[in-house]
């Protein structure tokens, strides 16, 4: 059975994660996360990809990020794998695939941001790695909490409309992420993950399929006929 075609819509914000192989590790020292950040920042220059948010796991990486270009997150997601897969065959005398066969993604409407923001930067405390986000280094927390210089991460508009300034908007986005994501929304931005939909509100969904064509929804089948789709593309300014 042919394999589902990715969701993807030029200057749209996505939630990206990229497991390893079986689940095993893919960065052993502090120079691998540092590998990995600096071809994270070499490809989304070169490929057109504004980073918005990460967090580095020990076998598994989380990224919120806008492509520019329709194949933009393809071209990016592949130069990572060959550029670190070369490093850590190098490093540690190793050979098979380093990651799973697929990164998972899916379309992430404004109005959901700051949840994934917050969805990505507490998961080394929901993995019982650290007590708190401030205490993991290979995130952007510090960047949008403490105001730590970052050359990689670009805010979205979402994240500035916080404050004024920086001060104001890293106090409220602390004050924010002191709330962790409740069970239903950690649930549904999962779900929108693993299958590849659209995170995002009735109406952004609606947008999306009308740029698309393509049901973005799980679980209900013929929800919305084609022909509904069509009628309705005048959506596609709201994108």
Not at 4 to 19: D, K, N, Y
Not at 95 to 112: H, I, Q, T
Not at 125 to 152: E, F, I, M
């Amino acid at each position: 059975m042919p394999r589902r075609a990715r969701l993807t819509l030029a200057g749209i914000p996505h939630l990206v994660v990229q497991r390893g192989h079986n689940r095993q590790a893919t960065f052993f020292a502090d120079d691998d996360y540092l590998t990995y950040l600096h071809y994270l920042r070499q490809g989304a220059h070169r490929y057109g990809c504004a980073v918005h948010a990460y967090a580095l796991m020990t076998n598994h990486v989380h990224l919120l990020l806008t492509p520019t270009l329709t194949d933009s997150l393809a071209q990016l997601m592949r130069y990572l794998g060959s550029r670190y897969v070369y490093h850590m065959n190098t490093v540690y005398q190793r050979s098979g695939p380093l990651w799973e066969g697929r990164f998972k993604s899916c379309m992430v409407d404004d109005a959901c941001l700051l949840d994934c923001y917050r969805y990505i930067e507490l998961n080394p405390v929901r993995a019982g790695t650290v007590a708190r986000p401030g205490d993991y280094q290979w995130s952007s927390h510090a960047c949008h909490a403490q105001g730590a210089a970052n050359d990689l991460t670009l805010d979205h508009a979402a994240y500035q409309m916080l404050g004024q300034t920086a001060p104001q908007r890293q106090a409220a986005y602390l004050a924010l992420i002191r709330q962790d994501l409740n069970e239903r929304t950690l649930a549904e931005i999962r779900s929108a993950l693993e299958r590849g939909l659209v995170l995002g509100t009735e109406e952004f969904k609606d947008a999306v399929e009308a740029a698309t064509a393509r049901p973005v929804r799980a679980g209900k089948p013929g929800r919305r006929k084609l022909a509904d789709i069509s009628s309705s593309r005048n959506e596609r300014s709201r994108l």
